[in-house]
């Protein structure tokens, strides 16, 4: 059937599943040929809506800067084939990190699967060291659920094991490594695995669009390729599907699409993930759909370690919206974590005198941070500036766990292609007031405290510098 494999091939996709029908019986007893994907960009749906694929119709999501592995039926069961092996793959343009994954990428290809779908998964190891597979969530038998040495016995580099099982419940899963597991997936082995309902389900609204990515973070010193594997808490990339703003592409939609954004957390720490311009509902968690009258509004949700939320809401307001960490430390990339405030201090005397040994030397942070947004710093090879990306009104002084949703009147149904900025109808964006100014009234009074201080206000004078017009960088 060479539509299918054309359209693997359309999906920027190597290798290229071949449906059962054109496969003879001693390819089937093959493994299923490896599908690879080395490319960061965002594939659309896997198959358009209703479309069988050999297997049973579902709606599909599309998997941030990631794809949907192809597979092959074999006498009743969907065949995948994930490879275990080292990866690069560009967090961002101007970096690259070297990882472990799966089929070219980290984090691996979704999953997708339809609610009592038997599952059959050829697990093939190219790292130098044993790995597993853990299938996060899912109600499957013990000897499946792939923790090394208690449910199974490790898979040696080289080697190929089978996890065969039937995909029972609908919901949102990942999967992961359960060996060396600080290591592998401080290297980026994950991936996203989603069981479509088989029928209509109560709990399970249809909806236009459906994306899905994981969370996760790094620690890769500025200047090099590979992170640390030991850090605990003190990573320093923050990633939506291993890319950092400005690297994550925006989730394009259409006004008044529903739309369901699956998240998974497999960094060390919580998110609390915001929406801006819409509430949303929480409509499902790692246990599967929440009940209806749990439900309630929301615009920021927090997604604690090793949990899954699914978020739905009718992108109604026309716009470019912020979806991002609320954590301000995971919207900034490597590079200035730890660097001194210096909010205040007049560096003038101090600068003067390092410029006469170092003419490039740059006095930052006296003003704030946010000249970093738009300076030319130079930086190591391979690393992030700390805040940037440009939107249409100057820098945007975001990194890590930041992107778009971009929300058009004029957006074709199933079109994921980024329509560029929004183009605001005249009188509604924010505008520089340029009446007189108010003399604030703390200049003359103690401030607003609730009862009158006692004694004299101290006569202590703070010597602050006020800001100053650029002087020009
Ligand atoms: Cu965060």
Same mark, same amino acid.
């Given at each position: 059937m060479t539509s299918r494999r054309a359209f693997i091939q359309s999906l920027g996709l190597t290798g290229g599943a071949v449906a059962a029908a054109s496969v003879s019986p001693v390819a089937m007893a093959a493994l299923p040929e490896l599908i690879m994907k080395e490319d960061p960009n965002t594939a659309p749906p896997h198959l358009p809506r209703g479309v069988t694929g050999a297997g049973r119709p579902y709606n599909p999501v599309v998997t941030l800067n990631g794809w949907t592995l192809p597979w092959r039926m074999n006498k009743g069961v969907k065949e995948f084939h994930l490879v275990a092996e080292p990866v690069v793959r560009e967090i961002a343009p101007g970096m690259n990190a070297h990882l472990w994954g799966y089929n070219g990428q980290s984090p691996g290809p979704t999953i997708e699967v339809v609610e009592g779908d038997r599952v059959r998964i050829f697990v093939t190891n190219r790292l130098p060291e044993h790995t597993t597979i853990h299938w996060h969530g899912q109600r499957l038998p013990s000897g499946m659920d792939g923790v090394g040495g208690l449910n199974q016995p490790q898979i040696p580099p080289g080697k190929t094991f089978v996890y065969e099982f039937v995909a029972r419940r609908p919901g949102t899963f990942m999967y992961h490594p359960h060996a060396d597991e600080m290591t592998q997936m401080a290297m980026g082995m994950m991936g996203f695995w989603v069981t479509h309902p088989k029928e209509r389900h109560p709990l399970i609204d249809e909806v236009d669009r459906d994306f899905c990515f994981l969370l996760n973070a790094y620690d890769i010193d500025p200047g090099s390729y590979t992170p640390k594997v030991n850090t605990m808490l003190d990573f320093n990339l923050w990633t939506f599907n291993s890319r950092a703003f400005p690297g994550i592409d925006s989730l394009n939609v259409r006004q008044n699409d529903r739309v369901r954004i699956r998240v998974g957390n497999l960094t060390m720490t919580n998110h609390p993930i915001h929406l801006h311009g819409h509430e949303f509902m929480v409509t499902g968690t790692d246990g599967g759909p929440t009940p209806k009258g749990s439900r309630w509004p929301e615009v920021t949700t927090d997604i604690a370690v090793g949990q899954m939320r699914q978020v739905e809401f009718i992108a109604n307001e026309a716009g470019d919206w912020a979806f991002h960490c =609320?954590?301000? =430390? =995971?919207?900034m990339n490597a590079m200035g974590h730890d660097v001194p405030t210096m909010i205040g201090v007049d560096h003038r005397e101090a600068a003067k005198q390092i410029t006469d040994l170092i003419p490039d030397y740059m006095v930052m942070g006296?003003?704030?941070?946010?000249?970093m947004g738009e300076m030319e710093m130079p930086l190591p090879d391979n690393t992030l500036p700390m805040m940037t990306g440009q939107g249409p009104y100057g820098a945007v002084e975001m990194g890590g766990m930041f992107t778009v949703l971009k929300v058009r009147a004029e957006q074709k149904a199933g079109d994921y292609a980024d329509p560029g900025w929004y183009k605001q109808p005249p009188g509604t964006r924010a505008y520089e007031w340029t009446g007189p100014a108010a003399e604030p009234p703390r200049a003359k009074t103690q401030g607003g405290q609730s009862m009158p201080a006692t004694g004299k206000p101290a006569a202590t004078e703070v010597q602050v510098r006020k800001p100053g017009p650029h002087s020009g960088h």
């Open positions: =609320h954590k301000s =430390h =995971h919207t006296e003003r704030g941070m946010a000249d």
